[in-house]
């Protein structure tokens, strides 16, 4: 079964609205960490947001918030006030247990290419 | 901002040839990973090292692959006698609570 799930392989948004990118995740563990990276045209790999398992809020950097349902076991990022140079890839990603100061792999989601228009 | 380095960016070789990927991770960082993904596939994880030896890999990671922390700064993954399929770019992550990636090497196997 897949651990990291993004149902839309491609979106599209218009310049300055908001869009929401979709992640969905299974596990068991009770302690896990869910992560979001933009990969642009260029192929780097770009950290955007964390959300820890147990982290009472969601988190939020700048543009980008992540729209954590525990019980849905879903990690949406919503990128407000699209910009062009927010078209890229996008990946969900989770790490398992750890925490402290273990830290394990991350499995990877499908990944979603989003298309801002001006 | 700290951020993880990797050489080359690009890298041709031919088929049965040996490859060092290097990287030089986040300094403060004890965990080090590589990843591949290959062309318009999802990251796949390779291996990670904690404390100057492996603490996991997977399937992909077989007896052609290796790591190596040489010295206290660089992070290398070497890939022995390269096939075609091994065409990928390879990516080296580096981790505390959160996790960080080079720019990743493109590696061409013809």
């Known amino acids: 079964a897949q651990k990291i799930t993004q149902t839309q392989p491609g979106m599209f948004v218009q310049e300055k609205e908001a869009v929401t990118l979709d992640c969905t995740y299974d596990t068991s563990d009770p302690s896990y960490g869910l992560f979001w990276y933009k990969q642009p045209s260029s192929g780097e790999m770009i950290f955007l947001i964390y959300?820890?398992?147990?982290?009472?809020q969601n988190a939020t950097e700048g543009r980008y918030s992540l729209n954590f349902q525990k019980a849905r076991k879903s990690a949406n990022l919503v990128i407000s006030a699209s910009q062009l140079g927010d078209s890229a890839m996008y990946f969900c990603?989770?790490?398992?247990?750890?925490?402290?100061?273990?830290?394990?792999?991350?499995?990877f989601g499908q990944g979603t290419i989003l298309t801002v228009h001006p | 901002e700290p951020e993880v380095t990797q050489t080359p960016s690009h890298q041709v070789t031919q088929m049965g040839q040996e490859v060092i990927l290097r990287c030089v991770p986040i300094s403060n960082h004890l965990y080090f990973y590589w990843y591949r993904q290959i062309l318009g596939q999802k990251v796949e994880f390779l291996v990670s090292?904690?404390?100057?030896?492996?603490?996991?890999k997977s399937e992909i990671f077989d007896d052609q692959f290796s790591v190596e922390r040489p010295d206290g700064s660089n992070f290398t993954l070497k890939i022995r006698s390269t096939k075609l399929e091994d065409s990928a770019m390879y990516f080296c992550a580096s981790s505390d609570a959160l996790a960080f990636f080079g720019q990743g090497t493109r590696l061409t196997v013809v």
């Open positions: 959300q820890g398992s147990y982290d009472q």
């Open positions: 990603a989770m790490r398992e247990g750890g925490g402290g100061t273990s830290y394990g792999k991350l499995t």
């Open positions: 090292f904690y404390n100057n030896e492996i603490s996991e």
